[in-house]
């Protein structure tokens, strides 16, 4: 099964606004043809089963179905948007295979060696809420950068651009915002 072409950001957002605005089976054909592939490689990654990757992937394509009128293409990219709820729902079902609660200290240790997903899910989650956190401490101008250089993946010349700020204003500060972010993730270890 081949991977079709990728769409650019743009055309994906579109999609996405049309499957909220009218419901459009087309557009919403064109999204799963693009994100379901996709997502089902990652869910794999992630350490899911196939048949389970598989579900997850059909499942967070009817949440973009359901859900496209949620969709704010100024908060994150249709890719970052997506992927972001296939990340969840495998959580949501790492979280009903296994619930934390039910796990005593002692057998930690026996269910991080069974299970070395569900581990590395908690560790991504842990590490997603530092980062999060860290980006909270963030300056809007500075939050407004880093979303452009990682989420929206534009060059540091297009930034420089679209904000009106020169190249290498754009340099020093992505290069500062960075090293606060390591130096507050750091001290979450």
């Given at each position: 099964m081949?991977?079709?072409?990728?769409?650019?950001?743009?055309?994906?957002?579109e999609?996405?606004?049309?499957?909220a605005?009218?419901?459009d089976?087309a557009?919403?054909?064109?999204?799963?043809?693009?994100?379901?592939?996709?997502v089902?490689?990652?869910?794999?990654?992630?350490g899911?089963?196939?048949?389970?990757?598989?579900?997850?992937?059909?499942?967070?394509?009817?949440?973009?179905?359901?859900?496209?009128?949620?969709?704010?293409?100024e908060r994150?990219?249709a890719?970052?948007?997506v992927?972001?709820?296939?990340?969840?729902?495998?959580?949501?079902?790492?979280?009903?295979?296994?619930?934390?609660?039910?796990?005593?200290?002692?057998?930690?240790?026996?269910?991080?060696?069974?299970?070395?997903?569900?581990?590395?899910?908690?560790?991504a989650?842990?590490?997603?809420?530092?980062?999060?956190?860290?980006?909270?401490?963030?300056?809007?101008?500075?939050?407004?950068?880093?979303?452009?250089?990682?989420?929206?993946?534009?060059?540091?010349?297009?930034?420089?651009?679209?904000?009106?700020?020169p190249l290498?204003?754009?340099?020093?500060?992505?290069?500062?915002?960075?090293?606060?972010?390591?130096?507050?993730?750091?001290?979450?270890?």
């Amino acid at each position: 099964m081949s991977v079709p072409a990728a769409l650019s950001p743009e055309v994906l957002a579109e999609l996405i606004r049309r499957v909220a605005e009218t419901r459009d089976r087309a557009a919403f054909a064109e999204l799963f043809s693009h994100f379901a592939p996709r997502v089902k490689s990652y869910m794999l990654k992630l350490g899911a089963r196939a048949g389970e990757a598989e579900d997850l992937a059909q499942e967070a394509m009817l949440t973009v179905w359901r859900k496209a009128d949620r969709f704010d293409p100024e908060r994150a990219g249709a890719g970052t948007w997506v992927f972001t709820i296939a990340r969840n729902l495998r959580i949501d079902a790492l979280r009903r295979e296994r619930p934390v609660d039910s796990i005593d200290d002692s057998a930690a240790a026996e269910v991080a060696g069974d299970d070395p997903a569900a581990d590395a899910m908690l560790a991504a989650a842990e590490a997603e809420r530092a980062l999060r956190d860290a980006l909270a401490g963030l300056s809007a101008e500075e939050t407004k950068l880093v979303h452009m250089s990682f989420f929206e993946d534009n060059a540091h010349g297009a930034i420089s651009q679209i904000l009106g700020m020169p190249l290498g204003t754009v340099k020093s500060k992505l290069r500062r915002t960075l090293a606060r972010l390591r130096s507050a993730l750091e001290a979450t270890r």
